[in-house]
Structures are given as structure tokens and as C-alpha cells.
């Protein structure tokens, strides 16, 4: 099911792409603005589902989890990890190539947002207002010591991903 749930996340999702194209539009550069626009972005649309799309869906089944739950955690602490140290050209490839898996999986037909549009019934207005409303998330500066890069690396392949390397 696809209304105005939906049409928020996933216009969150293609809002989030926009800048993170900006953010890499000049070869060889990363446009410092765009990329803190996008990193902001990506920590509140994280917040958002983490805090309120998914409990939400355990309260309306009962206390049990959306079954993709654990996929979407897995990936969205690689994405919160590559957000940490600086940017680089590989990790904003890596961050990108796990993007394309992720909001797939949560815009595709009997995704995760349709699952939380379906089981919303007469509280998605509330939930709308919720999302709207969801508050920007304390962002720390960037740490450039290569333990929080090592540390990102580790995440992402315990998530199941691959560091991409940028030619
Ligand atoms: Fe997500
Ligand atoms: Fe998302």
C-alpha cells in the first residue's frame, strides 16, 4: 500500500540522493556543503525509521519485529559508520552502493514502507505528524583518526557489505 507514509520516506530517500549527487558532482571534489546537507539528512532518516517506523510496526504485530528488521539495522549502522570519519571518494562509494540495496528494500512492492503503510490503519496521520516532526540529530564534526575508519570498515563488512575501493 502506497500513500502519504510511503510518499514521505521514499521522498526522503530521493531528496537524500539529490544532494549526495551535489555532494559528488565535480570529479575529483566532494562539495563540503552538500555532503553535510546529506549526512544530516541521512542521520534524521535513519532516527526516523530506527526510533519511530520500527517500533511502530512491532507495536501494530503484537510485540514481533518486522521480519527485514534486523537487515535494516545491520545496514543503517554501516551507513551511521561511514559517516564518521571524513569523507573520501570510497566511502561515499561504499555508502552509495549500500544505499541502492537498502531503499530498495524498503520502497520495493512489499517492502518495509509498504508494510508499515499497510499496518498504519487509522493512525497514519499520527505517524505522518511524527515523522515530520522528527527532530535533526546532534552531528558530531568528522573524525579523521584511522581507528574510526578501521572501525567503519569492520561494521560494513559485518553488515555483509564491501568496502568499495575508488579508482
Ligand atoms: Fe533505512
Ligand atoms: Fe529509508
Known sequence: MRGALYQYLAGDHERLDSLFQR?????????AESYHEFRKGLLRHIAMEEKIVLPAIARWQGGKKADIAERLRLDHGALVALLAPPPTPSILLTIRSI???HNELEEREGGFYELFEGLAGDEVERMLAQLKSAPPVAVLPNNDKPEVLDAAKKVVARAGHEFKVAS
Not at 23 to 31: L, W
Request: hydrophobic share 50%; glycine share 8%; net charge negative.
Open 23 to 31: 555532494a559528488i558532482a565535480t570529479p575529483g571534489e566532494i562539495d
Open 99 to 101: 544505499l541502492e540495496v
